[in-house]
């Protein structure tokens, strides 16, 4: 199983939110090419990168620091944030990142979806990020009305890649992932997926590597905050 540090960029600071409030974040001393420079020393592989500024404006505004980290170290960038045309797409994976995670414009337009999944074959995420059983879109601020298992049904055989599942309730909020309804996303869906929010725990970590069709876990605050070990955490990887 695939383990993806965090690091979520605003203001070109490495931060942390609660539940994707942005009236409800930490900033970390520590810049986002130092943070994925300390991933990479302690022999992390796969780095889960948010621009939130791309998340708040629609554009790569952070496009040089994601350029500067998958340049600087050779690790396997899976980033989003506010990705809704082809030619952001085309951006990102030109400066070498490995995934091009699609959010919100995916669920608006599902044409948007198949059509990048057509162009970069193997490229493309799709991120689902629920509260409640029901998509959320524009940074989490509002309901797509749309379940999510419905959704995934729809899109299932597009082509993507690799799908995140988020627990928006979790996120942030170190209580744990929610195990039962990734379980039920990871049966449905045609690909790997990876899960996130609420991860708390070394013994998270453990319990997630038992889950069938599941790639990946994503961790943030919990490693920013202290309460996972990066060494810890280096003795998961495979």
Same mark, same amino acid.
């Not at 302690?42 to 554009?59: E, P, Q, R, S, Y």
């Not at 990871?186 to 790997?192: G, M, Q, R, V, W």
């Given at each position: 199983m695939k383990i993806f540090p965090a690091i979520d960029i605003k203001d070109k600071k490495c931060v942390r939110l609660v539940k994707g409030d942005f009236d409800n974040k930490t900033e970390y001393e520590i810049s986002p090419v130092e943070q994925a420079g300390k991933f /990479? *020393?302690?022999?992390? /592989?796969? &780095?889960?990168?948010? *621009? &939130? *500024?791309?998340? &708040?404006?629609? /554009?790569?505004?952070?496009?040089d620091i994601i350029q500067d980290i998958v340049g600087k170290f050779n690790l396997n960038i899976e980033v989003g944030g506010g990705i809704r045309n082809i030619d952001s797409v085309h951006k990102y994976i030109d400066v070498g990142a490995e995934k091009v995670i699609l959010g919100s414009a995916a669920i608006r337009d599902k044409n948007f979806l198949k059509e990048a999944c057509k162009r970069y074959p193997n490229k493309i995420a799709l991120g689902l990020d629920a509260k409640g059983g029901y998509l959320s879109v524009s940074g989490w601020k509002e309901n797509s009305n749309q379940f999510t298992l419905e959704y995934l049904k729809e899109v299932n055989d597009y082509g993507v890649s690799r799908l995140i599942y988020t627990d928006i309730n979790r996120d942030g909020m170190k209580q744990g992932p929610n195990f039962a309804e990734t379980f039920k996303v990871?049966?449905?869906?045609?690909?790997?997926v990876v899960m996130s929010g609420g991860v708390s725990s070394i013994e998270d970590v453990k319990k997630a590597k038992n889950l069938k069709n599941i790639e990946g876990i994503i961790i943030g605050k919990a490693i920013y905050d202290g309460d996972i070990k990066l060494e810890d955490l280096a003795m998961e990887i495979n």
């Open positions: /990479k *020393d302690h022999g992390f /592989k796969n &780095l889960h990168i948010v *621009d &939130l *500024d791309g998340a &708040l404006t629609g /554009k790569t505004i952070n496009l990871s049966e449905i869906s045609n690909c790997p």
